[in-house]
Structures are given as C-alpha cells and as structure tokens.
C-alpha cells in the first residue's frame, strides 16, 4: 500500500495498516520538535476547556496582538489561521492569480492550492547536481507573468535556505504579482536574520509571510499559523477566510508558546548540537548521502538499491516511520526524509537503517 497522502505524520493510518499502536513505534517521518510542548501547556488548556461551550474569539484577538508585538509589526498586518497551511489555499483563492509557479522539489500543497483555484501552474526544478539549489533568476521570471509565486524557506523536503536579500531582489522584479514565503521551518534556523522575510513582509505589498506555531511548539495537533502581510492584502484575505477556523484550545496554546522563551532557547541549542550529530552518523553509512540540514530534518539518498519506500516499509516492522519522498517532483525514487529527535532515537534510527540497508541489498 501508498504509505502517503501528499504528507508526512501519518502515524494512525500506517499504525492500522500493520496492527501497530502508536506508542509502538518512533515516527521520524514528521518535522516536529522533539523537545515536545512547553511546560505549562497541559495545565493552560485544562482550564480553558469551560470555555469551549462559547464560539471562539473569531479574531484571535488577544493572539494576533501578541504575535504583532512579537514580530515588530501592527496588528493589521497579521492575520492567525489554522496552521499555515489554511493560507496555503486561501491565497490563490482570494488573489485569483491567473499564472502561479513553484519551485520544486517542495510542499506538495503550494501546486494543489494554484490548481483547485484555476490557475495554470508552472514550476522549475531545483536539480540534485546543484544541490537543490533555488534559481530566483531563472529565465522563466524575467518577462513577469506569474501573478502568484511560492517559496519554501528553508524549503521542504530539501533544507535549502534562501537568502534574505534574494527574495527581495525577485519582490522587486514581480511587478503585478505576489511572494508568497513560507517559513514554517524558519524557528528551527540558527541565523534567522539572514534569511527571514518578516521585516520586509507587511512593508512591501507583493511580500506574504507564512509560519507555523505547531511544528516548533510541538502541538500539530492542534493547528495554528499566522500571517503577515500588508493591511490592504490582509483585509483581501479576511474578505475570503472562512470564520472561527481557530479554535480555542488552538488560541490559548499559541499564548502560552509565544510566552516561553525558555522553551525557544533549550530547543535551537539541543537542534544545533543533534542534527550535526545525526548528519554525521548519516555520512558514515556507505551507501547513504545525506543533505547538510538547515532545520529539523534531513533529506538524504540511498546511493543503490533499494528504494526510500522499500526501506519505509522495511523499517516500519523494526517500529521507525520514515518520509519516502518519491512523490515530490525532481525527487528518485531513492530518496528519504528523518526528522531529527533525541538521542537515543536517532541512534536507534541510524542502527535499523544501516541493518535494514544490509538486510534489503542481501535479498
């Protein structure tokens, strides 16, 4: 069977499938951090559960205020939503681009999203021979017919960082269109400064900023995002936005990440120190090229026989979940995704790969 939906994280349905409990196995096919959710989250949401009998603030008021102070930005200029991804589709339905591009291999919903809102998607293939690399000059962009163009940043599945400056550069020359940049991995950066477009977005008005609160702060479960954006496009969305897609629970949960600095600095030490840990291991195994990781996660290749989705399947017995990424265009079959976690289970990740590895090229 498929052991994918366009997604990772898919713990249930592949528990089903093999007769598997969750707590049996160790999913490394979702980016989410491995720290877990902040202290106090538990308790913050048991007592705002009385509330849930009421409808929920339907502009998360008190969390756009937050995230605007955080961010440096004015209220109007962000917009909360059930994780990035309720963007993702908004977009293109309330811009009606009638030309939309993305850059591939990445997310697949960006070309789902241009396609269900009838416009003609094109995309360019970042190719593995120069490093998945992301050509913002391509020749494609010069004659500036694309209305809507979307950015992974760093992208996914690859880790591919853009810089700052890049993006501003390709804003500058899409005249009649929009950026879309989504940083739902952008937390996990070590120099956000760099990279990030938030300052720019809400200034520029061709610039739209996504991120995500659940991938960092550990509760995907839960669905939350926001956007930043200028208030003319903003108020454009808010015109096309669905009412009460954030809930309560999901409101109150982002209040309490955003106030755990603690949280945030323990997580991008522990990630700094893990993913190189875990990166290096990847580089001893012979018949394994591993991408050098920006966030969470690392893309990596089996160099020979067999392929990413024989080794998911092979690995799923031993109780490891990973992301077979032979669905992401510009991706062989030959290539997987591991997010990075704690220690002892990435040891036990690099031990059942090397094994399964040796047990799948004996057969």
């Known amino acids: 069977?498929?052991?994918?939906?366009?997604?990772?994280?898919?713990?249930?349905?592949?528990?089903?499938?093999?007769?598997?409990?969750?707590?049996?196995?160790?999913?490394?096919?979702?980016?989410?951090?491995?720290?877990?959710?902040?202290?106090?989250?538990?308790?913050?949401?048991?007592?705002?559960?009385?509330?849930?009998?009421?409808?929920?603030?339907?502009?998360?008021?008190?969390?756009?205020?937050?995230?605007?102070?955080?961010?440096?930005?004015?209220?109007?200029?962000?917009?909360?939503?059930?994780?990035?991804?309720?963007?993702?589709?908004?977009?293109?339905?309330?811009?009606?681009?009638?030309?939309?591009?993305?850059?591939?291999?990445?997310?697949?919903?960006?070309?789902?999203?241009?396609?269900?809102?009838?416009?003609?998607?094109?995309?360019?293939?970042?190719?593995?021979?120069?490093?998945?690399?992301?050509?913002?000059?391509?020749?494609?962009?010069?004659?500036?017919?694309?209305?809507?163009?979307?950015?992974?940043?760093?992208?996914?599945?690859?880790?591919?960082?853009?810089?700052?400056?890049?993006?501003?550069?390709?804003?500058?020359?899409?005249?009649?269109?929009?950026?879309?940049?989504?940083?739902?991995?952008?937390?996990?950066?070590?120099?956000?400064?760099?990279?990030?477009?938030?300052?720019?977005?809400?200034?520029?008005?061709?610039?739209?900023?996504?991120?995500?609160?659940t991938k960092f702060f550990a509760f995907p479960g839960l669905r939350l995002g926001y956007m930043v954006a200028h208030p003319e496009v903003i108020e454009r969305m808010e015109e096309f936005k669905e009412p009460w897609t954030v809930n309560t629970l999901a409101q109150r949960a982002g209040l309490v990440a955003l106030g755990d600095e603690e949280h945030s600095r323990r997580t991008r030490d522990f990630l700094r120190s893990e993913r190189m840990f875990l990166y290096n291991e990847f580089s001893k195994i012979r018949a394994v090229r591993p991408i050098p990781p920006s966030a969470n996660f690392i893309l990596s290749k089996i160099l020979y026989s067999p392929t990413a989705q024989e080794l998911q399947k092979h690995l799923i017995k031993k109780g490891i979940i990973i992301r077979d990424c032979s669905n992401f265009p510009g991706l062989e079959p030959q290539y997987f995704r591991v997010a990075v976690r704690t220690r002892e289970e990435n040891l036990r990740l690099v031990s059942s790969i090397k094994s399964a590895l040796e047990e799948l090229s004996v057969k």
């Open 1 to 213: 069977m498929t052991l994918y939906n366009g997604h990772g994280g898919n713990i249930l349905q592949i528990c089903a499938a093999y007769g598997l409990q969750p707590s049996e196995v160790i999913d490394f096919s979702a980016n989410i951090n491995p720290l877990g959710y902040p202290k106090g989250l538990t308790d913050a949401l048991r007592e705002e559960l009385p509330i849930v009998r009421h409808y929920p603030d339907i502009d998360s008021s008190l969390l756009r205020k937050a995230i605007a102070q955080k961010t440096l930005h004015r209220e109007e200029e962000v917009l909360i939503g059930s994780g990035s991804t309720e963007f993702i589709y908004l977009i293109p339905r309330a811009l009606r681009p009638k030309k939309g591009l993305v850059f591939q291999p990445t997310y697949s919903d960006y070309a789902k999203a241009l396609r269900l809102s009838g416009a003609v998607m094109d995309e360019i293939i970042c190719r593995e021979e120069e490093a998945f690399r992301c050509d913002l000059g391509h020749p494609l962009l010069r004659n500036g017919e694309f209305q809507l163009i979307f950015l992974c940043n760093p992208n996914n599945p690859t880790g591919v960082l853009l810089e700052r400056e890049d993006i501003i550069h390709l804003a500058e020359g899409v005249k009649e269109g929009f950026i879309v940049v989504d940083e739902a991995f952008m937390d996990f950066v070590d120099i956000t400064e760099r990279h990030s477009i938030l300052q720019e977005a809400g200034r520029r008005k061709n610039i739209i900023l996504l991120r995500s609160l």
